[in-house]
């Protein structure tokens, strides 16, 4: 049964992902070819050079990810608590612009935020914001670009530990004389911890491996390390040096979802979840 799932991840991800490690080793170039000489000055090298990037990138995901869960969780709870027979069509809705291309959705909010667009020219007009104010090409705007493309990542998982939740608990601990701020706090807040644990990972990792936002929302100071990557491979056609940023991101992703398990505690947040 598990034949087919295996043969799939072993073609689609693990072949590719054994190449690129062997290309992250390997020196050369695309006119003379590449070859394997176990070149670990590539990781080295790379990390010396586009460190501000790497930082950069995990500072817009920290950001993204908390402006995402300070959106993501209103949403979720008054859908699972206050949407009642519609809770579907709210969830659709809510999906309604996955359907449209990500560079397309990314490439909609250039228009709208333009320093002539529909928003600020209307608000310039209006003199209600000076003439020199822009939001393009700032960092802000990367980061609530970053947040509007990976909100439903962080809705769905939130909603689905909510809707969990027995609101026969909520009712005792409101007949314990609890009122509806702490009901919430002893109850639902730490039932809802797997849905924001997992929300936190599934679009944190994205959001920092990134490119598309920071191209087309953001300038030259707004680079992240999913620019340089994409301009390594198919600009300077490095393949080298990009696979090994592409690993050094991978194990920086991979150390930071362990710590963030590890602080957080799964095993509480599980706990938590079966109080």
Known sequence: MILPAGLWLAIFFAVPLITMLSLSLQEGNLIDGFRQTLHWQNYTEGLATYGDKFVRSLWYGLLATGLCIAVAYPVAYWIAFHAGDRKGLYLFL???????????????????????????????????????????????????????????????????????????????????????????????????????????IMTFVPISADYVNAAILGGPDNTMIGNVIQTEYFNNSNYPTASALSFTLMAILLVGIFLYARVLGTRDVLEAAGR
Do not use: C
């Open 94 to 200: 809510l999906l309604v612009p996955f359907f449209v291309s990500f560079v397309l959705r990314t490439v909609s909010w250039k228009f709208v935020l333009a320093d002539n667009g529909i928003v600020l020219g209307t608000l310039k007009g209006w003199g209600l914001l000076p003439d020199g104010f822009h939001v393009l090409q700032t960092w802000y705007a990367v980061v609530f670009g970053l947040a509007y493309n990976f909100l439903p990542f962080m809705v769905l998982p939130i909603y689905v530990a909510l809707e969990r939740v027995d609101h026969r608990l909520v009712e005792a601990a409101q007949d314990l004389y609890a009122g509806r701020v702490q009901a919430f706090f002893r109850v639902v807040l730490p039932l809802s911890l797997p849905g924001v644990f997992a929300g936190v």
